[in-house]
C-alpha cells in the first residue's frame, strides 16, 4: 500500500494550489482519507477530512478556502487551496484508513511574497 502527495511549490499569498493524493493498494473512493499538515516547530495538525460516505469536514483556519474530494476511478485524492495564507506553509500529507491507516509522504506548500 502506498500514498504519495505531490502538487506542493512555492505560491504568493492569494494564490492557489492543488494537492494530489495518489493510491495504490487500496481504494480511495472507499476509504475514510484525511489531509493533514505540520508547519516549522508545530505539531501535525487535521485540515480537511472525507469520509467513505463522502461527507467533508474542514478545520476552522481553512474552511471557505480549501476543499477536499477524491476521484475514485482514478484512485486520487485531492485538497484543492485558495486564497493562500503564509499561515498556510507546512508539509501537508494525506492519511487514509482502509482496514487499518496508512500515512503518504509529505509535500511542502510554501506560501511567501
Known amino acids: 500500500v502506498q500514498l504519495q502527495a505531490s502538487g506542493g511549490g512555492l505560491v504568493q499569498p492569494g494564490g492557489s494550489l492543488r494537492l494530489s493524493c495518489a493510491a495504490s493498494g487500496i481504494l480511495l473512493g472507499s476509504s475514510h482519507m484525511e489531509w493533514h499538515r505540520q508547519a516549522p516547530g508545530k505539531q501535525r495538525e487535521l485540515v480537511a477530512t472525507?469520509?467513505?460516505?463522502?461527507?467533508?469536514n474542514y478545520a476552522d483556519s481553512v474552511k471557505g478556502r480549501f476543499t477536499i474530494s477524491r476521484d475514485g476511478a482514478k484512485n486520487m485524492g485531492y485538497l484543492q487551496m485558495n486564497n493562500l495564507k503564509p499561515e498556510d506553509t507546512a508539509v501537508y500529507y494525506c492519511?487514509?484508513?482502509?482496514?487499518?491507516?496508512?500515512w503518504g509522504q509529505g509535500t511542502l506548500v510554501t506560501v511567501s511574497s
Open positions: 472525507i469520509t467513505n460516505g463522502g461527507s467533508t
Open positions: 492519511y487514509a484508513i482502509f482496514l487499518r491507516s496508512y
